[in-house]
């Protein structure tokens, strides 16, 4: 199976050999040589296979599935991870994931305004009476297909906004153009049903399963810079976590 995938341990390379299997298996992942619901063969056969102890290929397959990009199955093995859309680990948006994805995302901006922030969102992103926000609804598509209906709050002492530039790109790339780092989120995935005017954006029937989103960013200065909350077609959108006990 390694040798198949292309998998090569150079050890004569700096890069540790357990993230070399990483990485060779994370480009037969993204190159399609393993499609979705492939199945690797055990630890001990790959260890063997590249001539590699143990623990160095089970440290790479932990790897793996913290990623998001393995499962283990019981009575199965190890697959390569079927999802509609991943999202990985690390801080990001739903447009940085379909892009990552190789997908090509569209934006209709549905509503603009740039407003006095209600007590609400002040509280939220920890602003003084007074303080304005950016205050938006985007409906995102995939091929044509609504995916998702989002309405967020951000502040507007980072980047200038207006609804052309966020129809032509993500909110989170356009705001590290002002320079933010984003550092950490608090977030909340829930669900609900559609309401009359969800389904019809949506293209789906009302009453049908929506999956909720609501989340708080952080940049590295501790600044909260947006506040959103999403909802997605259950039928084509589902968040993946891998859990580990301490």
Do not use: C
Not at 117 to 131: I, K, N, Q, V, Y
């Amino acid at each position: 199976m390694a040798n198949n995938l292309g998998v090569s341990i150079d050890r004569s390379s700096p890069v540790p050999l357990y993230h070399q299997v990483v990485q060779g298996i994370e480009a037969a992942i993204n190159s399609g040589i393993l499609e979705p619901g492939s199945r690797l063969d055990n630890e001990i056969d790959l260890a063997a296979q590249l001539s590699l102890s143990r623990p160095t290929m089970r440290k790479a397959m932990d790897e793996l599935v913290r990623s998001g990009l393995l499962v283990r199955k019981r009575g199965v093995g190890t697959q390569v991870v079927s999802s509609q859309v991943r999202r990985p680990l690390e801080l990001s948006s739903l447009y940085d994931d379909l892009t990552n994805n190789g997908k090509k995302p569209t934006t209709d901006v549905l509503g603009f305004s740039h407003i006095e922030a209600d007590e609400r969102t002040l509280a939220t992103l920890a602003l003084p009476a007074g303080s304005t926000v950016y205050h938006f609804t985007r409906l995102r598509k995939v091929a044509g297909k609504p995916l998702a209906l989002m309405e967020n709050w951000v502040r507007d002492d980072i980047v200038p906004m207006d609804q052309d530039l966020l129809a032509a790109e993500g909110l989170y790339a356009i705001l590290r153009s002002g320079g933010v780092n984003f550092r950490l989120a608090n977030q909340r995935i829930g669900a609900m049903i559609a309401t009359d005017y969800q389904a019809g954006l949506l293209e789906t029937l009302p009453a049908s399963a929506l999956v909720t989103m609501e989340r708080t960013a952080v940049d590295d200065t501790g600044r909260r810079v947006e506040t959103g909350h999403h909802v997605y077609r259950a039928d084509s959108y589902s968040f993946e976590m891998t859990l580990v006990q301490r």
